[in-house]
């Protein structure tokens, strides 16, 4: 069908349907993360090295850097990893998460981070598409089904299948 003279079409109305980024020029803030935790401000480079900062918990500033690059407040993210108020307020306090906290604020991370490769960069184009309910999610926000691992892992699956122009 790439040679049909329907395709620039229906390129049109599927990037117009699911809000996929167009070819054109605009100012925004653009992000690029080449390894797992770049957006929480990790330098780990191997996957052995993540993992052991896992286990230990994250700094409470993992948190706050994954805010300001997403622009997605603080609370709001804690209310995604399930982190009630009073404890956030004891993680700051301590400067770190727990364990699973940790590991909760990694996934959404990296939810994030595939978000923002499939709009090329454009972060709050990504963030925009996480915040809206999709009907392939049963009509939940990619960020809050995200929540979950299962979750997480149909939001990838969809961003696979919108990166590979399948259309669910």
């Known amino acids: 069908m790439a040679g049909s003279l329907y395709a620039p079409?229906?390129?049109q109305t599927?990037?117009?349907r699911y809000h996929l980024p167009t070819p054109r020029a605009r100012e925004f803030q653009i992000g690029r993360y080449n390894r797992p935790g770049a957006s929480?401000?990790?330098s780990a480079d191997r996957t052995d090295e993540l993992i052991q900062e896992v286990r230990?918990?994250?700094s409470f500033k993992t948190l706050e850097s994954l805010s300001s690059k997403s622009g997605i407040s603080v609370p709001e993210l804690a209310a995604i990893i399930e982190i009630p108020e009073r404890t956030l307020a004891r993680r700051k306090a301590a400067g770190r998460l727990a364990r699973d906290e940790s590991e909760r604020l990694l996934r959404?991370?990296?939810i994030f981070q595939k978000a923002v490769e499939l709009f090329n960069g454009d972060m709050p184009e990504a963030v925009a598409w996480l915040l809206r309910p999709r009907r392939a999610l049963a009509d939940h926000t990619p960020l809050?089904?995200?929540?979950?691992?299962l979750g997480?892992?149909?939001v990838e699956n969809l961003i696979g299948q919108l990166e590979h122009g399948v259309f669910p």
């Open 40 to 42: 929480l401000g990790l």
């Open 56 to 58: 230990k918990g994250l």
């Open 14 to 16: 599927l990037t117009h």
């Open 152 to 154: 997480a892992r149909e």
């Open 144 to 149: 809050a089904y995200s929540g979950t691992e």
């Open 9 to 11: 079409i229906m390129s």
């Open 108 to 110: 959404i991370s990296t």
